[in-house]
């Protein structure tokens, strides 16, 4: 069954308003934006002057980390803190730590290839105390501003703070030593015994053979060292007995106890020299005497040989001709001598001759002068007794012109100066000679005899004693009478003796008619003497 619904009508739909274009307004921000958009201005601000004024990083290798710490261990320059530790950490092969620290913008141009960096702790060292405030305050790393070209950011810290500051006035020199000696870093150096500077540093030469030490003079003082300046050990008291008895010398009492070097500028012929260059080297003698001595500008060697004992004579021991070192022992050594089987005892000495022609100050002295000329007038060597104290022997050139005649002899390039024997070993000689005779003595025969002869002393001593006791008042009598007749022929002797007296009128006469015939015989010389003849034919008779 279709049934069909009315379709109902749709109703009209309304008719739309018509668009009416709007004219848009501009955007205008609003204040509250101000606040953000400013804070990021500022935040970028500060980063970029943040990254402006960071200053720059630095690793700094230490031996170990002792007193360091990240985020509070300050690096200082002057007492002025520059920097900070930011961390610490071992190197990659575990034998050193590296601290990297950030310095600020203004310790730039510090960091240059000469600068140092050291842990600041309380220290001793020699003399000095440095690092008390860091008891209370903690270790911090120090700083020395170097004075090169080269940049540079990666250090290696000292261990021991430096003596001396790289702007400190003054100049550096280097010193040759065969030993340290009572030496050490901070020593001081002495010129006239004034405190001028100290050692700052020493090494061991590569080859072993010597000591290299680094000294610094302070200004105004190091415009005294000049190229021909000397330098030695003062350390310690030297102590040395001569003519003018016992002298005790030493620098200070710092120097006993630390060591110390002293130096002396001698002046030349030409007036004071100029000041020495810095670094320049110089040599460090063992005392003040060899120090000042002339540098030896050539050496002859010589070859000596005693049958003697040596005991006493050491290498080094001077070489003397009449109190004038002119050398001193180069080697001892021994040699065998199959003729006699026994041992001669060798000493080579060095001589100086420049020695000899400077305190003559004749120039051509050598030339004049030759071991063959010396040896044939004479010249020996000879050992003597330095001292009588201590043993200790000298080889002693003299004249000797007693001495046996001997030659110049070369052996194995060597001269061979004749010796003779020591005083000593002659005075030991003559001991031997006059300890023989004494035993020839009779001593036993000469003490019985002796006995013999006390015994008959005895005895007659005795009889004295007795023959005194026997005197009695009988016999002192006579002996009274006796002196008396004695004092009566002594005054009638006087008598006779008088000038007046017969006897002496009776000995003028006879002395008188002595005269007379001496007179009488002195004119028969004389005419005999011109008339020979006379003892033959007489007298003659003038007319």
Same mark, same amino acid.
């Given at each position: @069954?279709?049934?069909?619904?009315?379709?109902?009508?749709?109703?009209?739909? %309304?008719?739309?308003?018509?668009?009416?274009?709007?004219?848009?307004?501009?955007?205008? %921000?609003?204040?509250?934006?101000?606040?953000?958009?400013?804070?990021?201005?500022?935040?970028?601000?500060?980063?970029?002057?943040?990254?402006?004024?960071?200053?720059?990083?630095?690793?700094?290798?230490?031996?170990?980390?002792?007193?360091?710490?990240?985020?509070?261990?300050?690096?200082?320059?002057?007492?002025?803190?520059?920097?900070?530790?930011?961390?610490?950490?071992?190197? %990659?092969?575990?034998?050193?730590?590296?601290?990297?620290?950030?310095?600020?913008?203004?310790?730039?141009?510090?960091?240059?290839?000469?600068?140092?960096?050291?842990?600041?702790?309380?220290?001793?060292?020699?003399?000095?105390?440095?690092?008390?405030?860091? *008891?209370?305050?903690?270790?911090? +790393?120090? @700083?020395?501003?170097?004075?090169?070209?080269?940049?540079?950011?990666?250090?290696?810290?000292?261990?021991?703070?430096?003596?001396?500051?790289?702007?400190?006035?003054?100049?550096?020199?280097?010193?040759?030593?065969?030993?340290?000696?009572?030496?050490?870093?901070?020593?001081?150096?002495?010129?006239?015994?004034?405190?001028?500077?100290?050692?700052?540093?020493?090494?061991? /030469?590569?080859?072993?053979?010597?000591?290299?030490?680094?000294?610094?003079?302070?200004?105004?003082?190091?415009?005294?060292?000049?190229?021909?300046?000397?330098?030695?050990?003062?350390?310690?008291?030297?102590?040395?007995?001569?003519?003018?008895?016992?002298?005790?010398?030493?620098?200070?009492?710092?120097?006993?106890?630390?060591?110390?070097?002293?130096?002396?500028?001698?002046?030349?012929?030409?007036?004071?020299?100029?000041?020495?260059?810095?670094?320049?080297?110089?040599?460090?003698?063992?005392?003040?005497?060899?120090?000042?001595?002339?540098? /030896?500008?050539? @050496?002859?060697?010589?070859?000596?040989?005693? !049958?003697?004992?040596? !005991?006493?004579?050491?290498?080094?021991?001077?070489?003397?001709?009449?109190?004038?070192?002119?050398?001193?022992?180069?080697?001892?050594?021994?040699?065998?001598?199959? =003729?006699?089987?026994?041992?001669? &005892?060798?000493?080579? +000495?060095?001589?100086?001759?420049?020695?000899?022609?400077?305190?003559?100050?004749?120039?051509?002295? &050598?030339?004049?002068?030759?071991?063959?000329?010396?040896?044939?007038?004479? *010249?020996? =060597?000879?050992?003597?007794?330095?001292?009588?104290?201590?043993?200790?022997?000298?080889?002693?050139?003299?004249?000797?012109?007693?001495?046996?005649?001997?030659?110049?002899?070369?052996?194995?390039?060597?001269?061979?100066?004749?010796?003779?024997?020591?005083?000593?070993?002659?005075?030991?000689?003559?001991?031997?000679?006059?300890? !023989?005779?004494?035993?020839?003595?009779?001593?036993?025969?000469?003490?019985?005899?002796?006995?013999?002869?006390?015994?008959?002393?005895?005895?007659?001593?005795?009889? &004295?004693?007795?023959?005194?006791?026997?005197?009695?008042?009988?016999?002192?009598?006579?002996?009274?009478?006796?002196?008396?007749?004695?004092?009566?022929?002594?005054?009638?002797?006087?008598?006779? *003796?008088?000038?007046?007296?017969?006897?002496?009128?009776?000995?003028?006469?006879?002395?008188?008619?002595?005269?007379?015939?001496?007179?009488?015989?002195?004119?028969?010389?004389?005419?005999?003497?011109?008339?020979?003849?006379?003892?033959?034919?007489?007298?003659?008779?003038?007319?």
């Amino acid at each position: @069954m279709n049934s069909e619904q009315p379709e109902r009508e749709t109703p009209p739909e %309304p008719a739309l308003p018509e668009a009416v274009p709007v004219r848009r307004r501009r955007w205008s %921000p609003s204040l509250v934006w101000l606040i953000p958009i400013l804070a990021a201005v500022i935040g970028v601000w500060l980063a970029a002057h943040t990254i402006m004024s960071r200053g720059p990083t630095v690793t700094i290798t230490f031996q170990n980390a002792e007193g360091l710490e990240a985020g509070k261990t300050r690096i200082k320059y002057k007492d002025v803190e520059i920097g900070e530790v930011t961390e610490i950490a071992l190197s %990659p092969d575990r034998q050193t730590i590296v601290a990297t620290a950030l310095l600020s913008k203004t310790a730039e141009p510090y960091l240059v290839a000469d600068s140092r960096f050291w842990v600041v702790r309380p220290r001793i060292s020699g003399g000095s105390v440095s690092g008390l405030g860091t *008891m209370l305050s903690g270790a911090y +790393i120090g @700083m020395d501003v170097g004075k090169s070209a080269e940049r540079k950011t990666e250090f290696t810290g000292l261990e021991t703070p430096p003596i001396i500051n790289a702007d400190l006035p003054g100049h550096k020199f280097l010193l040759r030593a065969d030993n340290l000696g009572s030496l050490n870093t901070g020593s001081p150096v002495y010129f006239r015994r004034v405190p001028v500077g100290q050692v700052v540093g020493y090494e061991l /030469d590569p080859a072993g053979g010597y000591v290299r030490l680094s000294v610094f003079i302070n200004a105004p003082y190091d415009r005294f060292v000049t190229g021909n300046s000397r330098f030695w050990h003062a350390s310690g008291v030297d102590v040395s007995i001569n003519a003018n008895g016992l002298n005790v010398s030493t620098q200070s009492l710092a120097a006993i106890a630390l060591g110390g070097i002293a130096f002396e500028t001698p002046l030349t012929d030409y007036g004071p020299d100029k000041p020495a260059q810095a670094d320049a080297p110089f040599v460090l003698s063992d005392t003040r005497e060899k120090a000042l001595q002339n540098p /030896d500008s050539e @050496m002859q060697g010589f070859r000596l040989k005693f !049958r003697q004992s040596v !005991r006493g004579l050491s290498v080094g021991a001077p070489v003397d001709f009449r109190g004038i070192a002119l050398g001193e022992v180069a080697a001892i050594g021994v040699e065998y001598v199959p =003729a006699r089987k026994d041992f001669d &005892m060798t000493v080579d +000495i060095r001589i100086y001759p420049s020695r000899l022609r400077s305190l003559s100050g004749d120039k051509n002295l &050598m030339h004049k002068l030759s071991a063959e000329t010396l040896v044939r007038n004479g *010249m020996r =060597a000879q050992l003597r007794s330095g001292s009588i104290l201590t043993g200790q022997l000298y080889v002693a050139l003299d004249f000797f012109p007693d001495a046996p005649p001997a030659k110049l002899i070369q052996r194995d390039k060597m001269l061979e100066l004749p010796t003779i024997p020591g005083d000593l070993e002659e005075l030991q000689r003559v001991l031997q000679r006059i300890a !023989r005779r004494l035993d020839k003595v009779p001593f036993d025969s000469i003490g019985q005899n002796l006995d013999a002869s006390l015994k008959t002393l005895r005895e007659t001593l005795g009889s &004295m004693k007795q023959l005194s006791e026997n005197m009695d008042a009988k016999t002192l009598p006579e002996v009274a009478k006796t002196l008396d007749s004695l004092q009566k022929t002594l005054e009638e002797t006087r008598q006779t *003796m008088k000038a007046d007296s017969p006897l002496q009128q009776d000995v003028r006469s006879a002395a008188q008619e002595v005269r007379e015939t001496a007179r009488t015989f002195r004119s028969l010389a004389d005419y005999l003497d011109r008339h020979p003849e006379a003892l033959i034919r007489g007298k003659e008779n003038k007319q």
